[in-house]
């Protein structure tokens, strides 16, 4: 409407003008009175007056309105001594944008204020920053959980803990890191998570990180003590047996007298309980080297592993032990997938993986290895079985060191398994139900 208007005044405006100029045109030519002629010249100057005018007052009221826009002025007037329809509602339509852009800012502001409140007061720590590593955002509790009172750039760090500044440098979206922290008499296990956001044009790096000292102290007590349970149930059971025959074989030749020559019978026992001996005592060896090979992974070399590769080597080592029974499917997206990882550690995991799965099918069924990368950059590798599943009982404690439900075994597998992916900062996981199969998922961080 207000378009309109001012659109008809001037469009009436130009054809006066117009009009005008062709009569004084045709006064000075063609009448006997020239002297006309300058009337309608003033009269054409007038108009011209007059739009301009009417064109300046309505840039003015615009620039003011866009000026008090620009400088965040919602208390901003419009003069009421311009007369004219069009200026009324020029005048009224930029009051009402007014109030409404003052309306916005207020519940702009109104929600900044709260978003700022439950940052500062959230029960874990935030921090932002950008490739510069000036600090966009801190709150309270992430002040509270590094020990200091305020940081502007993280460099600041390096003065106090090096390891956490490199930690807090190389982390990437989605990453998620478990860091000892220690200064001041205090001891913390930060529990950090990383992301990236956009703002104003820049990266920023939001890491959110939360102390989780007494769930780690919780868990490792009750890891010890399933440990315990477990070492001292495997050490009774050889140890019991040496006991018992040392003390028979100890009675036995008590009982015989100084001279006497030893009977076949007594020979023959003798040489029976010290063979139980050796193997019990092979046995307690056995399981001592397992514990030494569970304590003693190497440091991972990282390197680039083709996907394709790596279950090429797997198929090759599963044709010379499997049988026709043994059915077993690679699936790899995409196809020239590519992760940074200890390929030698990385393939003895999924060895032993493999065979569990060939033990859970009997020699005979299905087993499913599958690569695949995730929105998120990571790499997960799977190995799908259709055995009989694992028990719920039996799923708590799949992951403790020496547990095992098999006849032979060291039950040391599922255990080796997470050191070597907790190395690698990444996880397993295990998903089974008693009578369905099983599925383990690896997922490493980062794809190539």
């Known amino acids: 409407m207000i378009y309109k208007?001012?659109?008809?005044?001037?469009?009436?405006?130009?054809?006066?003008?117009?009009?005008?100029?062709?009569l004084m045109g045709w006064i000075f030519w063609a009448t006997a009175y020239p002297y006309m002629a300058l009337l309608v010249l003033m009269l054409i100057f007038w108009l011209s007056y007059r739009l301009v005018h009417y064109l300046n007052t309505t840039n003015r009221l615009l620039s003011q309105f866009f000026l008090s826009v620009k400088n965040e002025d919602s208390a901003l007037s419009f003069p009421k001594n311009i007369s004219g329809k069009s200026f009324d509602e020029l005048?009224?339509?930029?009051?009402?944008?007014?109030?409404?852009?003052?309306?916005?800012?207020?519940?702009?502001?109104?929600?900044?204020?709260?978003?700022?409140?439950?940052i500062e007061?959230?029960?874990?720590?935030?921090?932002?920053?950008?490739?510069?590593?000036l600090v966009e955002c801190i709150n309270h509790r992430g002040r509270e959980l590094l020990g200091i009172h305020n940081l502007y750039n993280i460099k600041a760090l390096k003065k106090n803990d090096a390891d956490l500044f490199d930690l807090f440098e190389i982390m990437k979206a989605g990453d998620t890191r478990v860091y000892h922290l220690q200064g001041n008499g205090v001891s913390k296990y930060l529990l950090i998570s990383c992301t990236t956001i956009k703002q104003e044009g820049k990266e920023l790096k939001l890491l959110s990180f939360t102390d989780i000292k007494n769930e780690m102290d919780a868990q490792e007590l009750e890891s010890w003590q399933k440990l315990i349970n477990v070492l001292t149930h495997e050490i009774m059971n050889s140890v019991s047996p040496l006991t018992c025959l040392s003390e028979k074989l100890e009675s036995n030749y008590q009982q015989i007298e100084t001279g006497t020559i030893l009977t076949e019978s007594v020979l023959s026992k003798t040489r029976n309980g010290l063979q139980v001996i050796k193997e019990q005592g092979q046995g307690l060896m056995y399981f001592v080297e397992a514990y030494r090979e569970l304590s003693r992974i190497p440091k991972p070399n990282p390197q680039v592993i083709s996907v394709s590769q790596l279950f090429i080597h797997l198929q090759d080592l599963l044709h010379?032990?499997?049988?026709?029974?043994?059915?077993?499917?690679?699936?790899i997206s995409p196809k020239d997938l590519q992760f940074y990882a200890d390929e030698a550690l990385v393939k003895q995991v999924l060895i032993n993986l493999v065979k569990n799965a060939r033990q859970a099918i009997l020699r005979s069924g299905e087993i499913h290895l599958k690569a695949e990368e995730k929105q998120n950059g990571h790499v997960e590798i799977s190995i799908t079985d259709n055995g009989g599943g694992i028990s719920a009982e039996d799923m708590k404690n799949i992951f403790i060191p020496f547990f095992t439900t098999k006849e032979e075994g060291s039950g040391i597998g599922l255990s080796l398994a997470r050191q070597i992916m907790r190395l690698h900062h990444g996880h397993i996981s295990v998903e089974s139900e008693e009578g369905k199969g099983t599925k383990v998922k690896l997922v490493f961080q980062h794809s190539c």
């Open 121 to 133: 007061h959230a029960a874990v720590g935030l921090l932002s920053f950008d490739e510069n590593g």
């Open 91 to 118: 005048r009224l339509g930029m009051q009402e944008v007014n109030l409404i852009i003052r309306d916005l800012r207020l519940k702009a502001q109104k929600k900044e204020m709260i978003s700022d409140a439950i």
């Open 320 to 331: 010379m032990y499997s049988n026709d029974q043994e059915q077993y499917y690679f699936s």
């Open 5 to 22: 208007s001012l659109f008809i005044q001037v469009i009436v405006s130009l054809s006066s003008i117009l009009l005008l100029s062709f």
